[in-house]
């Protein structure tokens, strides 16, 4: 028997839709460990998929569809990598992506589910993408990955009842989209984000976290979100722990040490888990 070990991901934002500077999208998110995907090769169900050889495959463990935590493309990569692995043929994570058409926007879940961690991608040129859209409408290859590495805290999560964006409604939103900051917004992720994380200085990951709420196209999606959504966000900020909007949501996080994590899985309900700090894993029994 073959198992797939697959992951979820927050996406924490995306950087530029614009394209001012001849590129769009880039961004950034981290690996959890848990929800996850997990498959083998059962006879429960078909995968046929274009350019993927078909697979009979059960699933073993598996989570909601648009809540913010990457489903579409976890989903394809485990059962795209089931398929290949049954027939001995090596791809990567990108490679897998162009095929079943994901990493169009971001790249966060396909180099999260090859190495794990906290993942910057560098977003797409012009001369591959000619406007912002969604994954689900643009045939643009994975972005280049700008930064890999290991993720120090645990991750919450709560998933309150909210919006559940995708589809034609997402592709409007981004052909619409009208955005402010993104000049604020580099500087909070380059000069804030990105070194706190490698320094593991979690009050300034927290920060910039809570900057990055009110900027770019962040403060879009947080504005789409309910009520209840944004409530969630504004009592976890009061308890010392500003959340983000994971991708459109509606699913929120924050970062934390266990005490801490345990404290607002008391307070709030959620969970909180340990990042994934290996990707994706393949078990032959």
Known sequence: MIKVFGLSRIHITLFDVEGKYGRFDGGMGVALKYPRI???????????YEGIPKVNFCIEEDYDSHIGLGHTTQYLLTLSKLSL???LIRKNSAEIAKIVKRGSTSGIGVYAFEYGGFIVDG????????????SDFSASPPPPLILRTDFPWYIYVNTPNGR???GK??????????VEGIDILSRVVLMEFIPSVSEKDLEGVLDALDRIQGLGFKKLEN???TD?????????????FPAGL???????????????????????????????NTGAKVIWS
């Open 38 to 48: 997990v498959v083998n090769d059962g006879n429960c169900n078909v995968f046929n």
């Open 123 to 134: 977003g797409h040129s012009k001369k591959v993408k000619k406007e912002a859209l969604p």
């Open 228 to 240: 209840e959504v944004k409530k969630l966000m504004t009592k976890m900020k009061n308890k010392g």
């Open 169 to 178: 409604e997402e592709l409007e939103i981004f052909k619409n989209a009208k």
């Open 246 to 276: 994971s991708s459109f949501g509606p699913s929120i996080f924050t970062f934390c040490n266990k005490r801490e994590c345990e404290e607002l899985v008391s307070y709030f309900g959620g969970f909180y888990t340990e990042p994934n």
């Open 223 to 225: 504005s789409l979100q």
């Open 164 to 166: 559940r964006i995708f």
């Open 85 to 87: 692995e049954k027939r």
